[in-house]
């Protein structure tokens, strides 16, 4: 590799390239960055720019997008292609040839780490930034493995990995996996009928997976199911909250092995909800995770004492180091040593958390995070569109979907379908509302005498409105 390395990102879906790329850069004390492939190459450029990544491996499916970014992105030295041969790349096949056998990572005094891009609300996504890891106390890390559920794996833990990578927690459990010698089993594109033959034929006995893959496994066949069932020991969910119907569902298919997970990439696992009361609580995301203090502050940055009393969620414990080269971000989200993504919620008298708001308006949408600040950045630009609000309304199967409001100027005439084709190549298609979650008004929006947008008093006059399929 060329001189001067120092951080790397891996562009690609879930494949055993993916993992190879992975353990490289951990291995040379690169800094890593995954890469959502969902967003589009304008997007992609920004984190891969932002991120200053020197290396960047990629999947030859995202050629085009790779080959339309590289002038903004003059920081790259090196584009690897991990499954085949691209104009302008070298191949992962021709760097593991030129390796010898007995090859180890040379003396290194690089930092390594990671930087985990998140949205933000202003329009462009954060890089969390974490240091390598330098390991804890034992008894500690003994504890958090069995709080996870990974304990319950051994001997021979063989977990299967269907959720995109490019996400916090299901890296977090592919790298704790690799400290445990786990056997990973790997899912490009998910499927529920596929996954639940995997577990069968390799014998996989855990995984984690959002609430939404837990919703569509609990639609595959039964007799799949029926297979499955004895070997699957561990679950983890996270993401999203997770339904009490898919908790019951996957109580009934596999038994009592569902654990819940509430965390963000900023503060890392926060609580968990533990097989035992998972349903004898069935709204509280569960309690502190081993290492985390969380703490509740009012309005005033007092802290709250009382329980079922809401308040913003603070923690310490395994949260990032900040916010990459955005420091007045990091301090406006710090308490002393606590971190706040914006989230409100309370204890019960029994210890328990429940989240109850979101101060910040992100929309959780299958347990993928879609932040209506870019969305509305996009939308806002459309020619013919006076004012945009987009926000998240309940969803029976992803748990939220995205609501844009839009007020066209007087004589303009928008359907849905146009608005979306229009915004084809700006945003990921997984950031959009669809057409039918688009509705259109004559009347000014709701505004404070500053000009800011109420959007709870828009999006309760839309909820309110006589629409079915709200």
Request: a neutral charge.
């Amino acid at each position: 590799m060329p001189e001067g390395i120092v951080a790397g990102a891996v562009y690609g879906k879930n494949s055993p390239q993916w993992l190879l790329c992975n353990q490289v850069i951990g291995s040379l004390g690169l800094r890593f960055s995954p890469i959502n492939w969902h967003l589009v190459a304008d997007e992609i450029a920004y984190i891969v720019d932002d991120c200053d990544a020197d290396v960047v491996f990629f999947d030859k499916d995202f050629a085009p997008q790779v080959a339309s970014m590289r002038a903004k992105t003059p920081k790259v030295k090196m584009w690897v292609c991990m499954d085949g041969a691209v104009d302008g790349a070298v191949t992962l096949d021709s760097l593991l040839n030129e390796a010898p056998a007995d090859a180890k990572a040379p003396a290194h005094s690089r930092k390594g780490g990671v930087v985990g891009y998140t949205g933000g609300t202003s329009g462009r996504p954060k890089g969390a930034v974490r240091s390598a890891s330098t390991g804890g106390d034992p008894k500690m890390m003994m504890a958090m493995l069995q709080g996870w559920g990974m304990l319950r794996m051994f001997p021979t833990p063989v977990q299967l990995v269907a959720a995109p990578l490019y996400h916090a927690m299901p890296t977090a459990w592919y790298t704790i996996g690799c400290a445990l010698g786990t056997t990973f089993v790997t899912m490009g594109k998910f499927d529920a009928s596929q996954a639940l033959v995997a577990i069968e034929k390799f014998n996989i006995n855990g995984f984690y997976m959002p609430p939404i893959l837990l919703k569509r496994l609990m639609r595959a066949p039964a007799e799949l199911a029926a297979k499955a069932k004895g070997k699957v020991m561990t679950i983890m969910s996270s993401g999203a909250a997770c339904p009490t119907s898919v908790k019951q569902g996957i109580n009934d298919m596999f038994g009592p092995v569902l654990y819940e997970m509430y965390g963000a990439s900023e503060v890392g696992g926060v609580t968990i909800m533990d097989p035992e009361n998972m349903l004898k609580k069935p709204l509280s995301c569960g309690k502190p995770a081993a290492g985390m203090d969380v703490i509740l502050l009012d309005d005033n940055k007092q802290k709250i004492e009382k329980a079922n009393v809401a308040g913003e969620i603070f923690v310490t414990g395994f949260v990032i180091d900040g916010y990459h080269k955005q420091e007045a971000k990091t301090k406006e989200a710090m308490f002393g040593n606590y971190f706040s993504v914006g989230d409100v919620g309370y204890f019960d008298e029994d210890g328990f958390l429940y989240i109850s708001d979101r101060k910040i308006d992100m929309v959780v949408s299958g347990g993928v995070n879609i932040y209506p600040a870019q969305v509305e950045e996009v939308l806002s630009g459309h020619p013919d569109l006076e004012d945009v609000a987009v926000f998240g309304i309940p969803d029976e199967e992803f748990g939220e979907r995205v609501h844009a409001a839009l007020k066209p100027y007087a004589g303009r005439n928008l359907t849905g379908e146009s608005v979306l084709k229009w915004c084809d190549g700006k945003l990921g298609k997984f950031q959009l509302p669809k057409a039918a979650d688009i509705t259109f008004h004559s009347e000014d929006f709701p505004r404070s005498d500053a000009g800011k947008l109420r959007k709870k008093d828009l999006k309760a006059q839309i909820l309110a409105a006589p629409r079915s399929k709200l």
